[in-house]
């Protein structure tokens, strides 16, 4: 076994090769067509880092359930150091605003504090949310909560090539507790720590889909319909 002997003569840990999602059926709930509307109610997830990595602002229609990235930015491939664009990536969080009606946006803060700040100061604290992935328990039960959506078909995206690549790089890394049906719960992680294959965007549509199953929760689309404020 390749593990094995990378572990006996390497002296290094080799990470389970369990991809998290199934990219074939992923591949699948490509949408032909943007059912997207200027002004329709979405949500938001936003992650990643400023330096070194990479960071992701991925959308979800909360009717239809279409996931699209706003924006992916990413270091180089072979790239020593990289920042990311902070205005760049500020002019396309305040686009996404402007242009649909955005329910929630769900950010990671850790690395990424000055942008969820200024968002929050801009749109309210309500609206843009600061949602650390770090928690165990709602991290895997948004995990579970996507993982399902794709098996069910109940998501549906644009094909992004990016983010279909960090779909396929999440690995699933179980952990020791179980859920109610005794299966093990999981996060997901690259394949080794310092691995070159980013996740953020996945990270940031999990982030997106979490934000739509709790407006979806809330009664957001009944309230939009009936003309009365969702802010």
Request: glycine share 6%; charged share 30%; proline share 5%.
């Amino acid at each position: 076994d390749l593990r094995f002997w990378e572990r006996v003569w390497c002296n290094r840990l080799v990470q389970s090769s369990k991809k998290a999602f199934d990219i074939e059926r992923w591949r699948e709930l490509v949408r032909a067509g943007n059912p997207v509307s200027d002004g329709d109610l979405i949500t938001l997830g936003f992650d990643g880092a400023q330096f070194r990595d990479a960071v992701a602002l991925v959308a979800a229609h909360v009717e239809t359930g279409y996931v699209w990235p706003i924006g992916i930015w990413e270091m180089p491939h072979g790239a020593d150091e990289w920042q990311a664009p902070a205005e760049e990536i500020d002019d396309a969080g305040r686009a996404a605003f402007g242009r649909w009606n955005v329910w929630r946006m769900y950010a990671d803060p850790p690395y990424m504090q000055a942008w969820v700040a200024k968002w929050q100061g801009e749109f309210g604290d309500d609206r843009v949310i600061e949602w650390w992935t770090n928690r165990r328990k709602p991290m895997t039960q948004a995990l579970e909560e996507f993982e399902t959506a794709i098996k069910s078909g109940t998501l549906s995206h644009n094909g992004d090539d990016v983010l279909d690549r960090h779909i396929a790089n999440a690995h699933r890394h179980d952990l020791p507790q179980l859920d109610e049906n005794g299966r093990p719960l999981w996060l997901i992680r690259k394949e080794r720590p310092d691995s070159p294959h980013k996740i953020d965007a996945a990270m940031a549509a999990v982030l997106a889909w979490e934000a739509r199953n709790d407006a979806i929760a809330a009664g957001a689309l009944e309230e939009q319909e009936a003309g009365l404020f969702v802010l």
